[in-house]
């Protein structure tokens, strides 16, 4: 598999109107395509015919020309493809496609994509294993096929226009088209103040944009615009015994870290110390080792002042970096720690807004920028351990009965913005309505098992929440933080295979010996040391010199004691002030907090937003 060319980190935008002639709007597509240029700074490519324009921006992991997007095939016609990630069975499809007729002119999984279509169909996305996002117009049938990987890694928008569409990596191409207007209406204000992990799939925020949701596909024609599921999460019965689950959980996670560890690029892995980015290094060491590559190299992030002003709690029980670098010494990697200050938190803090297109909340996204863009000087790729405990429940919500029962989404349980919205405004998206609905919602899509009890239907239905809402919040911070620094990282843990097999096991299994993730870590054994594989699960860790909670609480002050904020024509100022007043920390905002200062770096990047990105509030 070395020696593939690749195409794989960038954006992909396009525009299909069946109403006019675009090839006389070559700069509307450019703006578009530029705005993508961070996702792919090397290269960029423009496709364009009567009635679709298709956009690419490369960043070259081997710079040959035949690697270049849009791509089209001389025997396809009038087929044209726009892709933005990795096919990871690539291998297996181009033998297969050999075997139905097909020659190819490259060894990239671009060119297998395309192929794939021109023998499946639509049906194309059945046969893929990867992550990934792309548009493909087809002009024998003047269609476009937009279509995005199972468990939604990599991101695709669009928005539905009276003739077409328009479609992209990220919001802010399509907010770079001249006839798209930044809008945010009562229903988006609804997402906006919704509790961090309950955005509805499927919703773009900004009045009229869409996010194609995981596992689905859209198909644009002269008749409108479709959009039909074509993965979603099956509930079976599990047989297996806990010797024969842990043995198959291990064998997908060896296969799935191998397939991932392909590149002809400097990789790394992303190493906290924990379970799962130790388990995804130390497998992927044992590949690069078995090829006769070099060393693994792998990174996390600290704060300075942290060792002396860590206090364990709930979220973080312990210390990550005594467990990282002991995990990088067993395994024989090669570590580095990429510490942050407060100076350099406070500096970016207005960096991943621009990444997101929308307000984040503060150091967690912010110290994620500055790590990537770090690992960024060094590699081109990444592994990371996200979405373990999505898949296998290590978070508190699976375990603490109080949680578990909440009728709502158990991490949002307990916090709201609501009572601190300007009475019109909260009269408007009424907002614990709305967040009551989309909980029915969501547990309607719940697949059920026949025959479980009423513990085991509880735990399926937040497992399967959790999948559903809370990983693509973590999968959308972890693609726009990487790619804004055009670092690519994948996910061995959101493997199709081993999210159907996990999703399907009985909890008593999932936990084994009475501890959290039980079953991985008996998948585990023999790959880490004893008390890293004891280890209790510690969150992504917040910032720990003060100097950054006062840096956010003097930003916050000044905004108070600044009346025509614009954040104030959604947030009432008294009661704000009287919150505040109450606690600087604002308690009851927010269920789950990354950090002491995150419903106050919330509040900054709105107003930031609202001031800086020409958005209206109709």
């Not at 997007?69 to 069975?89: C, H, K, R, W």
């Not at 859209?218 to 047989?239: K, M």
């Not at 190299?297 to 002042?305: I, K, L, N, P």
């Not at 919205?421 to 989309?438: G, H, K, N, T």
């Amino acid at each position: 598999m070395a020696g593939r060319e690749e195409a794989d980190m960038c954006g992909i935008t396009g525009w299909v109107d069946f109403g006019r002639d675009l090839r006389g709007e070559r700069a509307a597509i450019e703006a578009m395509t530029a705005t993508m240029v961070p996702r792919g700074p090397d290269a960029g490519g423009i496709w364009i015919s009567a009635h679709a324009a298709l956009g690419h921006r490369r960043l070259s992991v081997i710079d040959l020309p035949c690697g270049a997007q849009p791509m089209s095939a001389p025997d396809s016609g009038d087929v044209v493809l726009t892709f933005s990630g990795e096919i990871y069975n690539f291998t297996e499809l181009r033998s297969e496609l050999v075997s139905h007729g097909h020659s190819f002119r490259t060894r990239s999984d671009t060119e297998v994509l395309l192929r794939s279509y021109l023998q499946w169909g639509r049906d194309c996305v059945d046969h893929l294993n990867g992550m990934f996002a792309f548009g493909l117009w087809d002009g024998r049938r003047q269609e476009l096929l937009l279509a995005r990987d199972r468990l939604g890694v990599k991101p695709l928008y669009y928005t539905v226009r009276p003739d077409g569409v328009l479609f992209g990596s990220e919001p802010k191409a399509i907010l770079a088209h001249p006839e798209f207007r930044a809008e945010i209406d009562a229903e988006g204000l609804a997402e906006l103040f919704s509790q961090i992990g309950t955005k509805t799939p499927g919703h773009g925020i900004y009045r009229g944009l869409s996010e194609l949701r995981p596992g689905s596909v859209a198909i644009v024609g002269r008749g409108g615009t479709r959009t039909a599921t074509y993965w979603s999460l099956p509930s079976l019965p599990h047989t297996d015994d806990l010797a024969a689950t842990a043995a198959a959980v291990r064998d997908l996670l060896t296969d799935t870290v191998h397939r991932q560890t392909v590149a002809d690029v400097p990789l790394c892995s992303l190493l906290s110390g924990g379970l799962d980015s130790s388990v995804v290094s130390a497998l992927a060491a044992d590949s690069l080792a078995r090829r006769d590559r070099a060393k693994l190299a792998t990174f996390s992030v600290d704060f300075e002042g942290s060792a002396d002003a860590f206090q364990p709690d709930q979220l973080r029980p312990s210390h990550d970096e005594p467990y990282a670098r002991a995990a990088a010494e067993y395994m024989g990697a090669r570590h580095s720690t990429v510490v942050l200050s407060a100076d350099e938190l406070v500096e970016a803090q207005w960096a991943p807004l621009a990444a997101h297109d929308l307000p984040t909340g503060g150091d967690m996204w912010t110290s994620a920028y500055l790590l990537f863009r770090e690992i960024r000087n060094q590699s081109t790729v990444a592994l990371s351990g996200e979405s373990a405990d999505e898949v296998f429940g290590g978070y508190p919500w699976y375990h603490v009965p109080a949680l578990l029962a909440a009728p709502t989404f158990p991490w949002a349980a307990g916090g709201s913005w609501e009572p601190l919205l300007q009475p019109s405004v909260r009269a408007e998206i009424r907002l614990s309505e709305y967040a009551a609905d989309r909980y029915a919602s969501a547990l309607a899509e719940v697949p059920r098992l026949e025959g479980e009890n009423a513990f085991d239907r509880r735990i399926r239905e937040v497992l399967y929440l959790g999948l559903t809402h809370w990983l693509p919040f973590l999968l959308d911070r972890k693609d726009r933080l990487s790619m804004a620094s055009g670092l690519e990282v994948r996910v061995p843990f959101c493997d199709h295979r081993l999210v159907e097999y996990v999703f399907n096991v009985p909890w008593a299994l999932k936990e084994a010996g009475g501890i959290e993730k039980g079953l991985l870590r008996t998948a585990a054994v023999g790959l880490l040391p004893d008390d890293l594989l004891r280890r209790r699960k510690s969150i992504y860790p917040g910032a720990a010199d003060k100097a950054y909670e006062r840096a956010v609480d003097a930003q916050l002050r000044a905004l108070l004691a600044a009346p025509d904020a614009p954040l104030f024509e959604l947030v009432s100022r008294d009661l704000l002030a009287e919150a505040y007043a109450r606690d600087p920390l604002l308690p009851g905002a927010m269920s789950i907090r990354p950090s002491a200062t995150t419903p106050a770096a919330l509040l900054l990047d709105i107003n930031r937003w609202l001031t800086q990105s020409g958005v209206t509030i109709r």
